[in-house]
Each structure stands twice: as C-alpha cells, then as structure tokens.
C-alpha cells in the first residue's frame, strides 16, 4: 500500500492513535519512570479491563454522564432564552452583558466549592456547575447569530405581515443555527469539564471522583482509565452535535435549483 492511501482521512486518527500508543510505550520502557508514575498501555489496559468486569467503571461513568447531559441541556436551554432576549432588546443587552462579561472573570473552580456548599454534594450542584460552564459560550453564539440575521430579509418578513412566531421558526432560527451549533460544540466539551471540577470538590461518585480515589491510592494506570473514558465522553458528545449539525444544516448543501417558467420547463 502506497503512503498517499495512509494519508487519507479514514486512516489519519487510526493512524495518529497508533503512532501515539507506540510513543507512550517506549517512553514508558525507555524513560526509567516507574509504572506508579506512567504505567505502560498494557498494564492501563488491564486496568481498564478490571475496572469493566467488577462494574466500577461502567458505575461511574454513567453517574458522570447523567451529570453531563442535565447540565448541558440546562445551561443550553437557559443560554439559548436569555441569548434570544438580549439579541431582541437591546436596551436588556446593554444593562446585562456588564453583569455576564464579569462573571466571567471568576474562574468555575473559585465558585465549585460555595455551590456544593449551598447546594449540597448531591446531583444538583453537579449539574448546576455543568450548565454554569456552558451557559456564557452558548449564550454568546446565540446573540452573534440573531445579530448576523441579513436586515433585508427582515424587512421582508416584515413586508410579508409575518407575526413574531413566523419570523423566529423560517427566518431566525434557521439563520442563526449554524453559529449557535459552534456555540453548542464548545459547551459539549466544556460541560464535562464541569462535571469534573464539581466531582473534585465533593462527591462520592462519578469520574472526579475516581481520579481522586486512584490518585490517592497512587493507582495511575485507574487515573489514565478515567481520563481517558473522560476524553471519550467529551468525543463522543462532540460527535452527536456534529451529526445534528449535518442534519440540521442540510439545506446549505443542497443546490439551488434554477427557475422555471409557469409552463414547468427551465427558461
């Protein structure tokens, strides 16, 4: 097989895996590290495959990603509402958008620990977190693309006697989606993020949590079994807006088809 064929797309991430698990081998022999430090693939993988057979992983797991995707829907919904009103009014924009830029400032893991504190170590606060990380990236995609509706096909709508509703199903939304789509990519990745953080700071399930048992127990292959479920995670759910983003915006990629004359054949 000619080296052109191993660089086409299909075989880019097989190959780029294959090439990263060759160099974390011969680091691991070769470097003189112990294995608490960096363990070889072969043992992360015996790990993983413990971690599977007694449930410990797949429990986990499943606690982290129930906190991803309410968090995620909460803050995405909560973003897409309160980013409609301020693209709307632009006097609600102005008083607001101080208060949101500078919330920003305050790093997720400052706060972490006040909201389980008020909150309780429960799912709320985890949830909660998550939505907080994801709200200010897909609030802001929101306005950008309401804003970057053409003004002339407004005035058409507006010269169609199109109601509000009219306006927002076949004009707004369609044309801001792609932009609130980007938004939604970054807040997928970002909301397991959050998730973490509100593991590290309490909880007695989840990922977080298990990387803070593991690194505890100095088990680091359990560490690389976490973090790489967790990177799995975020692929994964990168992946699924991805998909509905091709869904979605299929009618970008279809062709414009020419006129025709009333009497059903092209001019």
């Known amino acids: 097989m000619q080296l052109s064929s191993f660089l086409r797309p299909r075989w880019l991430m097989p190959l780029s895996a294959a090439l990263g698990l060759a160099a974390w081998a011969a ?21 993983l495959w413990l971690t599977l057979q007694d449930g410990t992983l797949t429990r986990h797991t499943a606690a982290t990603l ?13 973003a897409t509402l309160l980013g409609y009103g301020l693209a709307r009014y632009r006097w609600l924009e102005r008083l607001l958008s101080p208060y949101l830029v500078a919330s920003q400032a305050i790093p997720i893991v400052a706060i ?25 990236p897909i609030l802001i995609n929101t306005i950008v693309g309401l804003h970057a509706v053409p003004e002339n096909l407004r005035d058409l709508m507006r010269s169609l006697h199109a109601s509000r509703w009219q306006t927002l199903r076949y ?6 989606m792609p932009v609130f789509l980007g938004g939604l990519r970054i807040g997928a990745t970002l909301s397991v993020i959050g998730a973490v953080v509100g593991e590290f700071v309490g909880a007695d399930r989840g990922l977080g949590f298990l990387i803070n048992v593991a690194r505890g127990q100095f088990d680091t292959a359990l560490v690389f079994v976490a973090v790489f479920t967790l990177i799995l995670l975020a692929l ?3 992946g699924t807006v991805v998909l509905a983003e091709h869904h979605w915006l299929r009618w970008q990629r279809c062709p414009a088809r020419p006129p025709q004359s009333p009497g059903g054949t092209q001019p």
């Not at 294995?35 to 072969?42: E, N």
């Open 27 to 47: 680091l691991s022999r070769w470097s003189g590290l112990p294995a608490f430090i960096l363990p070889p693939p072969g043992r992360v993988a015996a790990r």
């Open 66 to 78: 129930l906190e991803v995707l309410l968090g995620l829907l909460a803050g995405s919904l909560a």
């Open 112 to 136: 972490a620990p006040l909201i389980v504190i008020w909150f309780g170590p429960g799912l709320f606060s985890k949830v909660l977190i998550c939505a907080l990380i994801v709200f200010f």
């Open 236 to 238: 994964t759910l990168y």
């Open 171 to 176: 004009l707004e939304i369609p044309a801001a």
